[in-house]
T-cell receptor, first 112, second 112 residues
Framework: SQQGEEDPQALSIQEGENATMNCSYK?????LQWYRQNSGRGLVHLIL?????REKHSGRLRVTLDTSKKSSSLLITASRAADTASYFC????????????FGTGTRLQVTL | NAGVTQTPKFRVLKTGQSMTLLCAQD?????MYWYRQDPGMGLRLIHY???????AKGEVPDGYNVSRLKKQNFLLGLESAAPSQTSVYFC???????????FGSGTRLTVV
């Protein structure tokens, strides 16, 4: 079963705009991670936020976490065509040997 | 280049045939994982290992076996391939504790 559900399933924006993706999950977590997957490639780790953190930044990425609502958001600012990819959230639950459970992903298309 | 290497990259099997997918990592990571990715379903964990000589079942283990005889290698076996095992298979590794995964580039398997 999927722990995370991303919203929206697909998002199309123009270069320079901001992109926001949301993730909801079901159970308590140790941390939540975001990954990017370019078409036909493996996943690349973007950012990790721990359950006791509320916000984290990395370059043009901003992640928030609300454990009371069991939700997270990923904001990509000033998007570029190279940001076109699928984005997945993944959760690491307590007592699971650091196994990650992935959501179904958001497909982001950034056009010129 | 350091990372996770998967072989082969593509394979077509006939129903009932067997094969082994190899995953090798050179980062001295303790934990290794096998996932499958199907359209619209995100990634699902097949089997994982928390160290040399250990293996454990994930969410969808049926029809697969694994071995971790050496720390750097994690093998995924299909004893009798079925069309339902047509998928893209990803191997990943991580250090102990909470942290991001490093993924391989995937193996696209088609069972006819």
């Amino acid at each position: 079963s999927q722990q995370g559900e991303e919203d929206p399933q697909a998002l199309s924006i123009q270069e320079g705009e901001n992109a926001t993706m949301n993730c909801s999950y079901k159970t308590s977590i140790n941390n939540l991670q975001w990954y990017r997957q370019n078409s036909g490639r493996g996943l690349v780790h973007l950012i990790l936020i721990r359950s006791n953190e509320r916000e984290k930044h990395s370059g043009r990425l901003r992640v928030t976490l609300d454990t009371s609502k069991k939700s997270s958001s990923l904001l990509i600012t000033a998007s570029r065509a190279a940001d076109t990819a699928s984005y997945f959230c993944a959760t690491d639950a307590p007592g699971t040997a650091s196994k990650l459970t992935f959501g179904t992903g958001t497909r982001l298309q950034v056009t010129l | 280049n350091a990372g996770v290497t998967q072989t082969p990259k593509f394979r077509v099997l006939k129903t009932g045939q067997s094969m082994t997918l190899l995953c090798a990592q050179d980062m001295n990571h303790e934990y290794m994982y096998w996932y499958r990715q199907d359209p619209g379903m995100g990634l699902r964990l097949i089997h994982y290992s928390v160290g040399e000589g250990t293996t454990a079942k994930g969410e969808v283990p049926d029809g697969y076996n694994v071995s971790r005889l050496k720390k750097q290698n994690f093998l995924l076996g299909l004893e009798s391939a079925a069309p339902s095992q047509t998928s893209v298979y990803f191997c990943a590794s991580s250090t102990t504790g909470a942290g991001g995964y490093t993924f391989g580039s995937g193996t696209r398997l088609t069972v006819v």
